[in-house]
Structure formats: structure tokens, C-alpha cells
């Protein structure tokens, strides 16, 4: 009993009790650290406000808070390789293929589709316009004046426009004609806008644009535009220190009705941007 006195009282019972505390601060930080879930993600999610319009729904449902690093899908795998991300979402499926063949990831689910559009533009000078992506390409290789900007950064977006030229059997224009600007999406549409030159873009960061006075969607709805996004948590086995169980619990809550509802709400310009996918 004696013992116990001391301890609630004077100096040893302040003790214990700054212990304490210091132990439970140690204890928040450590938590704090182990909440905040690193996303590689693709620029157009973050240019287009969709992370900024996501997170706080999974901080509220998960407790975790995500650090977005915004870049290209090619650069965003590297990244992963790397260990300096827990979990991608990216929208390459044959570069996410690639990743998961080489064992890099967990598992890999499809979560939400959008598209890619074709602008240029308003007066079109290669008679671009219309539904079909591959016809519109050619049109604008052959055009002798017309000009094309490229990504140019190995992005899902690049890969994608690399496919259809190949696709619609004919190459990019050449010389000044074709510019790869090595750039975002945002930076790739103002070079356009500038320029008065064609590219391709996803939707949501189309629609996220400013300066669309000076250019105009001229496909769009061809099949071969579709753009599914998918999320992959990184392999522990290759990182040990990647957080492979938070990253789960941030797929499953984004797979789940929640999630999937709030793919579905976000809008821009009053339009539905992305699809859900999970269960498909």
C-alpha cells in the first residue's frame, strides 16, 4: 500500500505520468505514420480535381490519408518499383500487365472506365471530325499543314496514341509538325491551344481545362477510345515495407459500394467523368 502512495503521489506518480504520455505520443505518431498510404497515381486524376474530390470520402471511411504522387502511368509503375509507393492507380492495362507479370503487385483490379477524346481545332483543318479515331488520324498525317502534340512521356495516355496510329497503319506526322512535349495532359492541351494542333486527351482532364475556346472535341464515342483505370497494391514480398495492408483497405473500401458511388458522383462541367467497373 505503502508502494502504491508513492506512485499515486509526488514526484514518482509525476513520473509515470509523463512516461505515460510520452508513450502515447509515440504511439499517435506511429499510427499517423502508418495511416498515410502513399497512391502513385496518374496525372489526370490529379489534374482533374478527381483526388482532391476523393480523399477526404476515404479519410472519413478509412482513417487513411493519401499522399498522391501525380505522374505519367509509366513513370508511376517506376515509382512502385521503386518502394516508394504502397499502391498505383493507373490506366496502362499493358503496362500493367507487364508489372503484375514481373511480380511487382498483389493483384490488379479494373475500377472505373472513362475515354479518351480527340481534339484540335475549332475549324478542323484536317477534317478530322467524326467517330472514328483511326480514320481521323489519317486524316491529319495526311493533312500537309496540320499539326499533332504528343505526350511524349510514356503516360497511359501516350502508350494509347502510340497504339492507334499504329492501328489506323500510318505514322505520326513528321518533323515541326509533330511535337512530344514530354508534359502532363494540362501542359500538352495548352501547347495545342497555342499551336492550333491536334492531341489526345483523356476526358476528365479535358474537361478541367480553361482555355477550351481555342480548341473542340472532334471524336469521340469510337470504342477503341475507352480508358479503364485500374488500382494495384504493391507486392510486399518485393518491398517489405510497403503497407500492404492499409493499401488493401483503401482497394476494398474504392471496390466497394462506397466507392464505386463515388466514382460515379464525381462530375465535371455537370458531366459524369468515370464509370464504375468493380464486379464487371
Given amino acids: 500500500m505503502g508502494a502504491r502512495r508513492g506512485l499515486r503521489g509526488g514526484g514518482g506518480w509525476r513520473g509515470w505520468r509523463a512516461l505515460g504520455l510520452l508513450w502515447a505520443l509515440a504511439a499517435i505518431m506511429v499510427t499517423a505514420r502508418a495511416q498515410t498510404l502513399v497512391v502513385a497515381s496518374t496525372t489526370s486524376l490529379e489534374q482533374s480535381g478527381f483526388w482532391a474530390y476523393l480523399m477526404p470520402r476515404v479519410r472519413q471511411a478509412t482513417g487513411l490519408e493519401l499522399k498522391v504522387v501525380a505522374l505519367g ?69 495526311a493533312a500537309g499543314e496540320a499539326r499533332f502534340v504528343s505526350r511524349g512521356d510514356q503516360s497511359g495516355t501516350h502508350w494509347a496514341e502510340q497504339r492507334l496510329w499504329a492501328l489506323a497503319g500510318v505514322s505520326p506526322p513528321a518533323g515541326a509538325r509533330y511535337r512530344a512535349c514530354g508534359c502532363g495532359m494540362g501542359q500538352a492541351l495548352n501547347i495545342a491551344a497555342g499551336l492550333g494542333a491536334y492531341t489526345l486527351s483523356d476526358r476528365a482532364t479535358w474537361l478541367s481545362f480553361r482555355q477550351q475556346g481555342a480548341l473542340a472535341v472532334l471524336v469521340e464515342g469510337d470504342a477503341r477510345l475507352r480508358n479503364p483505370y485500374s488500382v494495384i497494391v504493391v507486392h510486399p514480398a518485393r518491398h517489405p515495407h510497403v503497407q500492404a495492408v492499409a493499401g488493401q483497405r483503401f482497394v476494398d473500401w474504392l471496390r466497394g459500394p462506397d466507392g464505386q458511388a463515388a466514382i460515379a458522383t464525381f462530375r465535371l462541367q455537370g458531366q459524369s467523368v468515370f464509370r464504375p467497373l468493380a464486379g464487371q
Fill in 73 to 141: 502511368t509509366g513513370q508511376a509503375l517506376d515509382l512502385a518499383r521503386r518502394g516508394d509507393a504502397d499502391v498505383v492507380v493507373a490506366h496502362d492495362p499493358e503496362a500493367e500487365a507487364r508489372f503484375m507479370a514481373e511480380g511487382w503487385g498483389l493483384r490488379r483490379h479494373e475500377v472505373m472506365v472513362s475515354d479518351f477524346v480527340l481534339v484540335g481545332p475549332r475549324d478542323d483543318p484536317a477534317g478530322a471530325r467524326g467517330g472514328d479515331i483511326l480514320g481521323a488520324l489519317r486524316r491529319v498525317a
